[in-house]
C-alpha cells in the first residue's frame, strides 16, 4: 500500500472538561476526571476551571491542558466575546459539564451558531443530556456518575489524590496531629459549629497526645486563636497552606474534624479518618465529602451538637 492509498489519520480528539468551582464540588468531580482520562486516553483534554484550582490539578495526569475561567460578568461584553472567541477555536469534539450550571449553559450557547461539539451535560438541545428530574436530588458523586454513564463512560473510580505532592516538613509539626478546620464561607456562618466545641476537642486531643492543628484561610485567623487562647497546645496553619499542603498533611494525621467546608472534602478524599459536621443549612445526602473513612454529624443547630458527641466520634489512626 503507497501512502497515497492509506486512509488519512484522523486528528487528535479534543476533549473540554468544565468544573468551576468550589473546592468541594472540584474534589468530587475527581472521579469523574479521571474516568474521562481513561475513557480518552490519547484525546487532548482541556480543563476549564477556577484560577483558584489550576496550579493544584495540573500535575494529575488528568488534562493536557488547563483554562482558568475568569467568570467576567455579564456587563462586559468585550470579556464574553474573547471567552466565545476561545470557546469556538478549541475545537473541541466532546464536552463534558460537570458544572451543569447557568454559566456552564450560556458557554453552550457561546459554541454557536452552527455546529457545536458534543455535549454532555444539561443545558436545552446538548447531544448527551442528563434527562434525570430527580438529577437535584443525587448526591454529587452519583449525579456526576449517571450523567457519564449517559454519555458512555460507565466506571467511575472513587476520587484518589494519591499524586499529590508536598513538602510539609516546614511546619514542624509531632508525630501524632489532628486538622480541626472551624470556618468555611463567611457569608454562611449557620455552616459552623462554634469555636468553643472546637477548642474543647482540641483539650480532648491533647489529653490524648494528639496536637491539634487548625486549618483555613487568612481571614480565619481568629477562629485559630479563639482555640488556641483555650488550648495553648493546638497549632495554627490559617493562611499558610496550600491545597496541596491539606492534602499531604491529610495523609499523615490522625483524623480530621471540620465544618462543611472545601477542605473537609479534601482531607476525606486524600484518606484522613474524618468527623464532617452539618447543620440545616446544608444536606449531606446531597454534598457529604466522600472518603475511605467520613462519618457525619448532623444538629440543625450546630451549636446543639455536644462536644462529647464529636470527640466520640473520633476514630484515631
Not at 500500500?1 to 472538561?17: G, K, N, S, Y
Not at 457545536?116 to 443530556?129: A, K, L, M, T
Not at 434525570?132 to 436530588?137: E, K, L, P, Q
Request: net charge positive; glycine share 8%; charged share 20%.
Amino acid at each position: 500500500m503507497t501512502a497515497a492509498d492509506r486512509p488519512a489519520l484522523r486528528a487528535q480528539e479534543r476533549i473540554l472538561v468544565v468544573k468551576l468551582g468550589a473546592l468541594g464540588d472540584v474534589v468530587l468531580a475527581a472521579g469523574p476526571f479521571a474516568a474521562i482520562r481513561r475513557h480518552h486516553p490519547h484525546a487532548h483534554i482541556v480543563l476549564l476551571t477556577g484560577a483558584a484550582y489550576a496550579d493544584f490539578l495540573r500535575p494529575s495526569g488528568w488534562f493536557d491542558e488547563i483554562w482558568t475561567d475568569e467568570r467576567p460578568p455579564l456587563w462586559c461584553v468585550n470579556r464574553w466575546l474573547a471567552l466565545r472567541r476561545r470557546l469556538r477555536s478549541g475545537g473541541f469534539d466532546r464536552v463534558y459539564d460537570l458544572q451543569t450550571s447557568d454559566r456552564s449553559g450560556w458557554y453552550f450557547r457561546l459554541m454557536g451558531p452552527g455546529p457545536r461539539p458534543e455535549w454532555s451535560g444539561i443545558v436545552r438541545g446538548c447531544s448527551h443530556p442528563h434527562a434525570n428530574a430527580r438529577r437535584d436530588f443525587m448526591h454529587t458523586v452519583e449525579r456526576q456518575a449517571e450523567q457519564l454513564a449517559l454519555a458512555g463512560i460507565d466506571d467511575v473510580p472513587p476520587a484518589d489524590f494519591a499524586w499529590v505532592a508536598a513538602d510539609v516538613a516546614r511546619f514542624v509539626l509531632p508525630g501524632r496531629y489532628a486538622l480541626l478546620v472551624p470556618g468555611g464561607a463567611a457569608h454562611r456562618p449557620a455552616k459552623r459549629w462554634p469555636a468553643a466545641g472546637y477548642a474543647a476537642l482540641a483539650r480532648h486531643l491533647a489529653a490524648k497526645g494528639v496536637t491539634a492543628v487548625v486549618l483555613g484561610a487568612r481571614d480565619e485567623a481568629r477562629l485559630a486563636a479563639a482555640i488556641r487562647a483555650d488550648c495553648p497546645d493546638a497549632r495554627d496553619l490559617t493562611g499558610q497552606t496550600t491545597l496541596a499542603d491539606i492534602a499531604v498533611l491529610a495523609r499523615g494525621a490522625a483524623a480530621a474534624v471540620g465544618n462543611d467546608t472545601g477542605p473537609m472534602h479534601l482531607i476525606a478524599a486524600a484518606g484522613c479518618p474524618s468527623v464532617v459536621l452539618f447543620s440545616a443549612a446544608s444536606d449531606p445526602a446531597l454534598t457529604a465529602p466522600r472518603g475511605p473513612a467520613v462519618r457525619v454529624l448532623r444538629r440543625d443547630r450546630l451549636a446543639d451538637l455536644p462536644v462529647a458527641e464529636a470527640a466520640a466520634a473520633l476514630s484515631l489512626r
